[in-house]
């Protein structure tokens, strides 16, 4: 036997032994040295212990039968939650006990990560990833959720955690974030508990006057002293920092949290948008029209807009970043010409960005127009853009 070999059945055989230990004194210790045998696996080896799980820690049959036949013949609640529990795998019971462990959390994470990346080419283990996700999406709760404004006084290993996981616009090291904390800037994040020192998801906010149509302005912009007559607040970030919680989201309601936090801290900031980007855009430019002239601003503005506003997938928008948005409540706004000239920014939207626009008193007409109806609020300038073809997919936003 290998020694790899050996480590993959002490981890397995450690799995084992905390299911039966459940509720003893010793599960706590097990727990423990089942997070550390885990953390001395490689990719080979956590994939060889999740199809143990998968294997042998599902449903145990003989309980779901015995709970079925009891349902079918005396079928009151008592024996509907007998067979809701007999049905639920014992994943989630050593899940639970995992979770007990110091570390315990960060391996649970660690584990839906790699198992998310196996989705496609091991599609097997697609039940040991859904437990997980039913566990997480309980235990990451709004309301274990701590809102936290970042900012120079932050301690440096959160703020490094802020270079690493940034993924809209790169960070360019210190200078630069600090820069994105500078006084007309606003950065803030969800902790939770289990992890205290690891941002879940966190938002960058630009203080200005009127909208923000270009992201290098935003993030070249000379700092200011104070962010006095600001009246507007661009989001023009928002980083899911943990693999792990992915299709878990936070990101509504950290925008609701963010935007009561600045409008109790500055009453005059009376607007509130994104500068978002596009990134379906080109590849579906590039697929229905691959003989766009993409220099020429007035096409490519009508283009967007009818990508942002017909193209579904489903009866929801096809781009992500519109989806979540849209959803959410906010309008399209504005289309923004070269709004971000990056190597990145050309190569998703050839450089167009989007104000989706959120306005609290609109925002649940906006939701229930789009998942009710199948209609995407955009502004008048927006849809003054499209042709009569595209407005049965559209309505104007007050």
Request: proline share 5%.
């Amino acid at each position: 036997m290998t020694e790899a070999v050996a480590i993959d059945a002490v981890t397995a055989s450690a799995a084992r032994a905390l299911l039966r230990l459940r509720g003893d004194t010793a599960s706590r210790a097990l727990a423990e040295l089942l997070v550390r045998r885990y953390n001395t696996l490689d990719d080979v080896g956590k994939t060889r212990f999740f199809f143990v799980l998968l294997r042998e820690f599902g449903a145990v049959r003989a309980d779901v039968d015995a709970a079925i036949a009891a349902y079918q013949s005396d079928p009151g609640e008592t024996q509907l939650v007998a067979l809701a529990e007999a049905s639920a795998s014992q994943r989630l019971l050593l899940f639970r006990a995992l979770n007990t462990a110091s570390g315990g959390i960060a391996v649970l994470l660690d584990m839906r990560t790699v198992l998310l990346a196996h989705r496609h080419d091991m599609p097997e283990l697609a039940p040991v990833e859904r437990d997980l996700k039913y566990l997480l999406r309980s235990w990451f709760n709004r309301g274990f959720l701590r809102l936290q404004q970042l900012d120079w006084t932050t301690p440096a290993h959160i703020l490094e955690s802020l270079i690493r996981y940034e993924a809209v616009h790169e960070i360019r090291g210190w200078a630069d974030l600090r820069r994105r904390l500078a006084p007309d800037r606003r950065s803030f994040g969800f902790f939770h508990p289990a992890l205290p020192d690891e941002p879940i998801i966190f938002v960058t906010v630009a203080l200005t006057t009127g909208l923000a149509t270009s992201i290098q302005d935003v993030i070249d912009a000379p700092v200011t002293p104070a962010p006095e007559g600001a009246d507007t607040a661009i989001f023009y970030s928002i980083t899911n920092c943990q693999t792990g919680l992915s299709g878990i989201s936070f990101g509504s309601f950290l925008i609701k949290q963010v935007t009561e936090r600045l409008t109790a801290e500055d009453p005059a900031l009376t607007t509130f948008s994104t500068l978002s980007p596009i990134p379906g855009f080109a590849t579906w430019l590039a697929e229905n029209h691959p003989n766009a002239d993409t220099e020429d601003r007035p096409s490519m503005l009508a283009l967007c807009a009818i990508y942002l506003v017909t193209v579904r997938r489903g009866s929801l928008p096809h781009d992500p970043v519109a989806r979540f948005h849209l959803r959410n409540g906010a309008r399209i706004e504005q289309i923004n010409w070269h709004g971000d000239t990056s190597p990145k920014g050309m190569t998703e939207s050839h450089g167009l960005l989007v104000n989706y626009l959120y306005s609290g008193q609109d925002i649940a007409a906006n939701n229930e127009a789009l998942t009710l109806d199948g209609l995407v609020t955009a502004s008048p300038a927006v849809i003054a853009v499209l042709d009569d073809s595209h407005h049965a997919a559209v309505r104007t936003g007050s």
